[in-house]
């Protein structure tokens, strides 16, 4: 399926859930890609990309941000303490803000320079111990130590279970939101 295709359905499923028109955003993967299709679709428009490597990331974004300097580039994988750094050089957003240690070390990092990317706490919904993330039960007291460490935090990153009830998904990231007056969350 093709960008175009992909952007016409999103603009249905908006329409039919009565949502604003560009109200979803499209954050193409581009990890693991060969350049020539990233680079196809950078020509077609797209302008927001998903990394889960801060290294495969710093190994051609730089570049191709000086031929597309409107393009963001995302954290969706899990960060390591140790290329936080990096990270705040490459990434427009975090994902994957998860544990007290990356807050601490991102807190100290965001404030020596001044600036900070986009973040979102991700909340393991499934509780699947393969997946990182905050458990929902301690979603509340993370936002507040996070808040507490002054770090400015856009929303909520979720992946549900591959085979969860969506119904129970969604009242999951309702009662999130209900505690925090904010969400963002992805499907798959």
Not at 68 to 74: E, I
Request: glycine residues 10%.
């Amino acid at each position: 399926m093709g960008l175009l295709d992909i952007k016409r359905r999103i603009a249905d499923a908006e329409t039919a859930a009565g949502r604003a028109p560009g109200s979803v955003t499209l954050i193409a993967v581009s990890k693991v890609q060969p350049a020539d299709r990233v680079q196809a679709v950078l020509g077609q428009g797209q302008r927001i990309f998903g990394e889960n490597y801060v290294q495969e990331a710093a190994g051609k974004w730089p570049g191709w941000r000086a031929e597309w300097p409107d393009a963001q580039v995302h954290m969706i994988g899990p960060l390591q303490t140790n290329k936080l750094k990096l990270a705040l050089d490459l990434f427009d957003a975090i994902h994957t803000l998860d544990r007290a240690s990356l807050a601490e070390k991102l807190a100290r990092q965001v404030q020596a320079r001044g600036t900070c990317p986009q973040l979102f706490v991700q909340v393991n919904t499934g509780a699947e111990p393969q997946k990182s993330g905050v458990l929902p039960g301690d979603a509340d007291a993370f936002i507040a130590a996070c808040r507490a460490l002054d770090l400015p935090l856009t929303g909520l990153m979720c992946i549900p279970p591959d085979d969860a009830d969506p119904a129970r998904i969604l009242r999951i990231w309702r009662g999130l939101r209900n505690g925090t007056g904010w969400l963002a969350c992805r499907w798959g």
